[in-house]
């Protein structure tokens, strides 16, 4: 049975409310007293009720007074307030108005009217409830596709149109299914791309906790921005995330459930990382053609240019960093030195390192490193 309406009825004169209660009580309503304006809104703010109706000579706070807090609070200025006042001065309703009443009663109240009025709120009430729900149903569904640092910009300033990229410092992670292609050849295409949400699904975490962004997929792959004040700790968090990819990966190939999903070409799935760090333009992108506009985030520049090819040098299994990024993590992890290395389209040879797992020693004299 589903809850009767709550109407709040607010006046100091112990009779109005009783005559009140008396009208509204047999019709069905839950009626909720206060019998100053302070009181009036202590209800309000221990149970929400669904109309009030408040008069306006009180003590302590008058019902203007009442009805301008609670329209000024976003948590409360959905709610109907029926103003109830004895006298008839234009002036009352115009205070009325501007302190953002949505209707008004002049006492004696007549209970036709007084039904009326309530009904017509209630209805509108429920108007308004049920529109806010599918706007809260269809935010939480937009934020699955905008990134949370989009979002919180957002949020902080609602009316901020400029969405341009602006240059910052980041360290840029790239990883992929290592023998994507060749998988893609022997197993159904439904097999591949459950296998493809599995892993997604679970880095997806891994990102999260870490402070990475999703900029773009690609079939087997993921390009993840990593941002912070401190160019150091960006760079941390990229390759700790990535160092978490790997054990993520190794744990859900021993799982029971996902012997079926990992195990088809008699060959362990494994990921290759590439992480890059440095300065690259950052933000939304406005991709907008003759019939359609769509909006991006993404990172461009260089920096992301060599990180996507430091991925694709990286074998099945491993983690590669350029010599930059390495610099920023100093001893924080082990390291391999790889040697400088040419890559497409990259003037100048790179100095990439290996990142060796946490359960693995430095190998000393076969070329460990630490850059500080």
Known sequence: MPAKPCILVVDDEVKNVKLLEALLSPSGFHIEKAYNGQEALDHVARRRPDVILLDVMMPVLDGFEVCTRLKNNPDTQLI?????????????????KEAGADDFLTKPVDRRELMARIQSLLRLNQAITKKVAMLEQIQQRLSHFVPSSVARRVAANPNDTDFQQ????????????????????LLPQEHVNTLVETLFSCFIDCFH???????STA??????????DDPAEHAVKAVLAALELLRVTEEMERQPASLTLFEPTGEPVSIHVGV??????????????ATATRWVYTAMGPVVNLASRIGAFAKGGTIMISEETAR???????LQDMGRQDFKNVAQSVGIFQVLPVDRKS??????????
Do not use: C, W
């Open 276 to 289: 890059h760090s440095g300065p690259a333009l950052v933000g939304p992108t406005k991709i907008e053609g």
């Open 363 to 372: 190998p000393g004299d076969q070329g460990a490193a630490s850059i500080l």
């Open 166 to 185: 602006r240059q910052q410092d980041v360290s840029v992670l790239f990883v992929d299914i290592t023998g994507y292609t060749r998988m893609s050849e």
């Open 328 to 334: 920023r993590v100093g001893n924080r992890v082990s």
């Open 209 to 215: 906790s870490h402070g990475g962004e999703i900029g």
């Open 219 to 228: 079939g087997d792959g993921l390009m993840v921005i990593f941002h912070d």
């Open 80 to 96: 109907p307030i029926v103003i109830m006042t004895a006298l008839s001065q234009v002036e009352d309703r115009i205070k009325g």
